[in-house]
């Protein structure tokens, strides 16, 4: 899927509404999305999200790519800073870029465009993999007065987001977390051993368990913890390659078929995936917040051994990292 993208060298300049006469305002307004005329140059833009923060960090635009990515409406983040509890950038190592090695404020500080691959968290808790452009606003004077960040959703560039290799048919669709269920997964694994044995493709998988889950069902009830089953599915089926496959193997276990060839990597994206859901939150009625961990197992395929030697060996490495006290992966 092609993309329009903001030129490298573009400049676009403003001037400071706070220090000069009310500018008159467009007529494209929606839910607190007000549209003044500087802005209206960014129209080509808006498939991509968009939105426009000030020297101190205050959204002042927000475009309907930015709703559409996030989930979060022009009107509930107009005027608020970037850095309050809003899409809370992450790097793959779960490190919060908000306070410390934020793209925007680097630009902000530097004049300098700027262009990183962070995960950021949307409005239902999971996390999303995008690519974000920061670009200073200059005024009349040449001053930066504030900066735009374009985020693009990687999940449209890799059709993840729709295809999941091409879950057309229900049956093998998990009703709950809207991914591929057991019986799928049974059938993907089949055929990715007979490529590797026809066509010398490693592969490896993994099994990702839910710590604790019994007691998010017990506490807070069994209709929060579908909800958790459901941020854990798409923090993990958002952040994988399109010729990987992840899927509810039932309960609060998932599985992944990964096309790696070598255990370093493996480890790699078992520890992303890892922190990507340790960072994934669910915000219950009365405001409290919660998160859980996962323990991960995985392996590589080993010519000639059968699913269930495969999935066993993965299995006993899952449960090797509940032994050694959760929220870590045991990859051999």
Partial sequence: MCHRRLPVKQRLKIRDQ???????????????REMSKPYQNLIPYLYEGVYVVDKK???????EGSERITG????????????QNILQ???ENGKHLCLEGCPLQHTLDTGVIHEAHVFLKHKEGYRIPVTV???????????????????????????????NIELKDKLKTDPLT??????????????RMEEAKRFNRPFGVLVFDIDHFKKINDTHGHLVGDEM???????????????????????EEFVGVMDID?????????????????????????????????????????????????????????YASKSKGRDQSTIT
């Avoid at 979060?72 to 850095?83: G, L, P, Q, R, T």
């Avoid at 340790?278 to 961990?293: M, R």
Wanted: glycine content about 4%; charged content about 25%; proline content about 2%.
């Fill in 262 to 318: 070598n255990i370093n990597d493996l480890h790699k994206v078992a520890e992303r995936l890892r922190n990507l859901v340790k960072q994934s939150t669910y915000k219950l009625d009365d405001g409290q917040v919660i998160s859980v961990t996962i323990s991960i197992g995985g392996t590589l395929y080993q010519p000639d051994e059968d699913s269930s030697t495969l999935m066993d060996r993965a299995d006993r490495n899952m």
């Fill in 178 to 191: 809207k991914i591929a269920n057991r019986h799928f997964f049974d059938f993907h694994l089949t055929q």
């Fill in 89 to 91: 950038h992450v790097d």
């Fill in 57 to 63: 960090r205050r959204i002042v635009f927000w475009n």
């Fill in 72 to 83: 979060y409406k022009a009107s509930e983040v107009i005027n608020s800073h970037c850095h």
């Fill in 18 to 32: 706070h220090n000069t006469a009310p500018t008159r305002k467009s007529n494209h307004m929606d839910g607190g």
């Fill in 229 to 251: 089953l459901k941020i854990v599915a798409q923090s993990l089926v958002s952040n994988v390659q399109r010729t990987d496959t992840i899927s509810r193997w039932g309960g």
């Fill in 133 to 163: 452009k920061s670009i200073p606003i200059h005024d009349d004077d040449h001053r930066i007065v504030a900066a735009i960040e374009v985020f693009t959703d990687e999940r449209f560039q890799r059709d993840i987001y729709n295809e």
